[in-house]
């Protein structure tokens, strides 16, 4: 494994999952124990209308009834990812690049303070495969485009960590982006890394409870400061 010395840690990256991550369960375990998750995921649900009472009740009964639906899956990982953010944001992570996956981008885009919210979801699924410029991020029409166009993702990761070496922070369920980005070669080389805030699907008691804390340790060891223990 190739390293090099570095003058401070690498910046983060966060990267949001989309259609396909999902499993019954995912971020359960935050719901009522993180505040600050808590309240994200309920400000999503109250943008949500009438079919908020049906989604907060899969999302907390871990059902998978109809989680391949896009019409469930989707709103779901969007409140997750966005609640994941929040919570990380709320440690003092800073990030310095976004990169989502399908639905995720919706996410980016609301985290990055060029979408808001409410609009966010009203789209729902966005899409994107190179970084995007301070035009386009907040141009109606780009963001109206991406429900016809393919996912790339891999693209987009290419080129994020061709520009520099970065701690990718998978804020999406199932460890599924972590198990993307771990095949890349800049992470096989030990030039970035990846960690997940989230535990895998189907994961042991003790794994979920000891998800996040492992997220906060492997970001501090990093040499990032965070205001929580």
């Given at each position: 494994?190739?390293?090099?010395?570095?003058?401070?840690?690498?910046?983060?990256?966060?990267?949001?999952a989309?259609?396909?991550?999902?499993?019954p369960g995912?971020?359960?375990h935050?719901?009522g124990?993180e505040?600050?998750?808590?309240?994200?995921?309920?400000e999503v649900f109250?943008?949500?209308?009438?079919?908020?009472?049906?989604?907060?009740?899969?999302?907390?009964a871990?059902?998978?009834d109809?989680?391949?639906?896009a019409?469930?899956a989707q709103p779901?990982?969007?409140?997750?990812g966005?609640?994941?953010?929040?919570?990380?944001r709320?440690?003092?992570v800073?990030?310095?690049?976004?990169?989502?996956?399908?639905?995720g981008?919706?996410?980016?885009?609301?985290?990055?303070g060029?979408?808001?919210?409410?609009d966010?979801?009203?789209?729902?699924?966005?899409r994107?495969g190179h970084?995007?410029g301070?035009?386009?991020a907040?141009d109606?029409g780009?963001?109206?485009?991406?429900?016809?166009e393919p996912v790339?993702?891999g693209?987009?990761?290419?080129?994020?960590?061709?520009?520099?070496d970065?701690?990718?922070?998978?804020?999406?369920?199932?460890?599924?982006?972590l198990?993307l980005a771990?095949?890349?070669?800049?992470?096989?080389?030990?030039?970035?890394?990846?960690?997940?805030v989230?535990?895998p699907?189907?994961?042991?008691?003790?794994?979920v409870?000891?998800?996040?804390p492992?997220?906060?340790r492997?970001?501090?060891?990093e040499?990032h400061?965070?205001?929580v223990q």
């Amino acid at each position: 494994m190739e390293t090099t010395a570095r003058s401070g840690p690498r910046p983060v990256a966060l990267l949001f999952a989309g259609q396909g991550a999902q499993h019954p369960g995912m971020g359960r375990h935050l719901y009522g124990a993180e505040p600050v998750f808590t309240a994200a995921m309920e400000e999503v649900f109250g943008l949500l209308g009438p079919r908020a009472q049906r989604l907060r009740s899969v999302f907390l009964a871990g059902r998978e009834d109809g989680l391949d639906d896009a019409g469930q899956a989707q709103p779901l990982l969007f409140a997750l990812g966005y609640a994941t953010a929040r919570l990380v944001r709320g440690w003092g992570v800073r990030p310095a690049a976004l990169l989502g996956h399908s639905v995720g981008e919706a996410v980016a885009a609301v985290v990055a303070g060029v979408m808001s919210l409410p609009d966010a979801v009203r789209l729902l699924v966005t899409r994107t495969g190179h970084p995007l410029g301070p035009a386009e991020a907040v141009d109606p029409g780009f963001w109206a485009r991406q429900i016809a166009e393919p996912v790339l993702f891999g693209p987009a990761l290419d080129r994020l960590l061709a520009d520099g070496d970065f701690l990718l922070v998978d804020a999406g369920p199932g460890e599924s982006l972590l198990s993307l980005a771990r095949r890349h070669p800049a992470i096989t080389s030990g030039r970035s890394d990846v960690v997940a805030v989230l535990p895998p699907a189907r994961a042991t008691a003790d794994l979920v409870r000891g998800a996040l804390p492992a997220a906060v340790r492997r970001i501090r060891s990093e040499g990032h400061r965070l205001g929580v223990q």
